[in-house]
Structure formats: C-alpha cells, structure tokens
Nanobody
Framework: QVQVVESGGGLVQAGGSLRLSCAAS????????MAWYRQAPGKQRELVAV???????NYADSVKGRFTISRDNAKNTIYLQMNSLKPDDTAIYYC???????????????WGQGTQVTVSS
C-alpha cells in the first residue's frame, strides 16, 4: 500500500504565506515526479508546480516568483512555500506522486486527499 498525505493548509490574509507539505509512504520502490495541483470552486484542477526526482522544477505562470516547490528525497516529501498569497490562490491543493512500488513496478499516480487554502482579501 502507498499513501500520500498533505498538510499545512489554512486561512491566511492576502499578502501572507503558507507552507504545504506532502509525504509519500508505504511499499515504495521509487518516487519519480511529485507535484502540487489545485482546484478552485467551479474550476478544473490545474497544475501548480512539479519537481522531478533530480529536483528540476516547473511552475504555472500564475505562481512564478511567489511559490517555491522543494523536495527531500530521503523522506519522500515535497513542500510548497507560498508567499504573497492572493484571493485567487484560494483552492483545495492536492499532492500527486508518480510512484513504483515493490508489489507493482509499473509507475502509478497517487493522490492525496487535498488540503484547503483560503486567502482572504
């Protein structure tokens, strides 16, 4: 079994900061790319930031310069540091991890349950 669990969401005023964490655990053989997505009410889920196992990163244009994704491979954990938050950043943030396990070497997508981020104006 593989689990992906997010933490760190909450309510913050515009201009403030939050840090999200996402940890993958279980019968893991290898963790490949990990990413943060978000989904606002009435909108489709969108990619926020992605980080490879070698720590190469890519960001959505809307968060460049404000958000930073980082990774601790020893802990199978990624982080999303969110600064200068705007009301438009309000959404449920989901962690995605592309993982191969010892019971199934095919790479699969695993998702966390999501964490709410609310930015008040």
């Amino acid at each position: 079994q593989v689990q992906v669990v997010e933490s760190g969401g909450g309510l913050v005023q515009a201009g403030g900061s939050l840090r999200l964490s996402c940890a993958a655990s279980g019968n893991i053989r290898r963790v490949n790319d990990m990413a943060w997505y978000r989904q606002a009410p009435g909108k489709q889920r969108e990619l926020v930031a992605v980080i490879s196992s070698g720590s190469s990163t890519n960001y959505a244009d809307s968060v460049k310069g404000r958000f930073t994704i980082s990774r601790d491979n020893a802990k199978n954990t990624i982080y999303l540091q969110m600064n200068s938050l705007k009301p438009d950043d309000t959404a449920i943030y989901y962690c995605n991890a592309r993982i191969s396990s010892y019971s199934n070497t095919v790479i699969r997508d695993y998702w966390g349950q999501g964490t709410q981020v609310t930015v008040s104006s």
